[in-house]
């Protein structure tokens, strides 16, 4: 089993930051040069990664994270993992870059441009976090963190009538996902927002 975090939407309205969740994912097809004990060793890694990472072993996690890429280059689990442990270590700029490697090889995982948007935003980049989420809802309309990430954007932006736009259909898909501690938190910003 391959452990792999998710992003589960912005943690505040100011400072955007990816929050890990688990998940389970599987390794990216096999295309290229790799041999099976190299796949075999690099989500070893990326797992032993996975537990340093949750035990707030940061520097560990990255350089196992690391040994799991330089095993498989296009290992685009590892390259996320490695993205969210450097936003745990508030080292935005590499979550970036990690980010987009993953999206590079990976674009159609909206976990990924969540992530990135996420950390694009933790780095004043709102315009470049907005585009990015707006992507991720271009290619996947129907997932509710997309929404909630692209409505704090909004928020950091002043733009707070595209904001409550956003929180009320991020609610509504999150209702649908019977995620009820979600739809609490974006009422209570809708009532703190609406007049």
Do not use: W
């Not at 470049?128 to 992507?135: C, H, K």
């Amino acid at each position: 089993m391959i452990r792999h975090f998710l992003t589960c939407g912005l943690a505040g309205l100011v400072i955007v930051a990816a929050m890990p969740r688990v998940s389970h994912a599987t390794l990216p097809p096999v295309i290229q040069r790799n041999s099976p004990a190299d796949l075999e060793q690099a989500e070893a890694y990326n797992n032993q990664g996975y537990d340093l990472a949750s035990q707030g072993k940061f520097i560990e996690a990255v350089a196992a994270f690391e040994q799991a890429i330089a095993l498989y280059p296009d290992y685009d689990t590892a390259y996320n993992n490695l993205g969210i442990t450097y936003a745990q270590m508030g080292n935005f700029s590499a979550a970036v870059s990690a980010f987009e490697q993953a999206l590079t090889l990976n674009a159609g995982n909206v976990e990924y441009y969540n992530n990135l948007g996420s950390a694009l935003g933790s780095l004043g980049r709102i315009t470049e976090a907005t585009n990015v989420l707006r992507e991720a809802i271009a290619r996947y309309p129907n997932e509710p963190d997309s929404h909630f990430n692209l409505a704090i954007a909004f928020l950091n932006q002043n733009q707070l009538s595209e904001a409550i736009a956003a929180l009320k259909t991020a609610r509504d898909l999150y209702q649908i996902r019977n995620n009820f501690r979600a739809i609490q938190q974006i009422n209570q910003i809708l009532q703190d927002l609406e007049p």
